[in-house]
């Protein structure tokens, strides 16, 4: 089957544009997670789903970033007013079950998109 | 606050050398714990995973990786690289208790394997 898909994969923007991440997760997986990679950082985790609920938004960076996931399915980073900081790869994982103490599952990753804020 | 550490950011080999990637995190309690792969162009990758039992666990393409608790290590190791595992290496952790569904990333090591 498919595996996650991310569009676009290359976004470049304006400083002060909204712009919008989309996350495609493999069927069936109940569980969904953004991180973001900066240059010569690792990813830094910031939001996830369980079905259509984010519990925890507390990893998101700042309140310009928002996300929401539709039916289960697909979900959509939104970060308003951007920022040059804001420039990085945005990745997208999904799980067939929430990863948490004792269950044991695997997050699979998208190819991400590419955000570049001039 | 968790982390971890991948104690070199760039490692070149020849051919047929042997590889160890270097892996520590700060938990004192449970964990589950990942290395990922990005090769060149690609999307991360699944290379193995450990979540309970024999302590040395081995995964695709030749890799393996040993989980020494009282060390806090989980270091990943080839016995004879090829020029196609080019690649960057991360290594991830999920604490039991943490915050549920955060795996937390090292910076990730930077493979260059010369032919």
């Known amino acids: 089957g498919a595996g996650v898909s991310q569009s676009p994969s290359n976004k470049v923007t304006e400083k002060g544009k909204d712009v919008e991440l989309r996350c495609d997760p493999i069927s069936g997986h109940t569980a969904l997670y953004w991180y973001r990679q900066s240059l010569g950082q690792g990813l830094e985790f910031l939001i996830y789903f369980q079905g259509n609920s984010a519990p925890d938004k507390s990893g998101l960076p700042s309140d310009r970033f928002s996300a929401e996931r539709t039916g289960g399915s697909v979900s959509t980073l939104t970060i308003q007013r951007t920022q040059q900081e804001d420039s990085a790869v945005y990745l997208c994982a999904s799980s067939l079950a929430m990863l948490r103490g004792g269950y044991q599952e695997t997050q699979y990753f998208g190819p991400g998109t590419r955000l570049l804020v001039l | 606050a968790q982390s971890v550490s991948q104690h070199n950011h760039h490692v070149i080999l020849s051919e047929a050398a042997s590889l160890e990637l270097g892996c520590n995190y700060s938990?004192?309690?449970?964990?589950?714990l990942f290395w990922y792969v990005q090769y060149p162009g690609q999307h991360l990758q699944l290379l193995l995973k450990y979540f309970s039992g024999d302590p040395l666990v081995k995964g695709i393409k030749g890799f393996e990786a040993e989980f020494i608790k009282s060390k806090f290590s989980f270091n990943l190791r080839k016995p004879s690289v090829q020029w196609s595992d080019t690649a960057e290496y991360f290594c991830?952790?999920?604490?039991?208790?943490?915050?549920?569904?955060?795996?937390?990333f090292g910076k990730g090591t930077k493979l260059s394997v010369k032919p």
């Open positions: 991830a952790v999920y604490p039991y208790g943490g915050s549920q569904g955060n795996l937390i």
């Open positions: 938990y004192g309690g449970t964990v589950n």
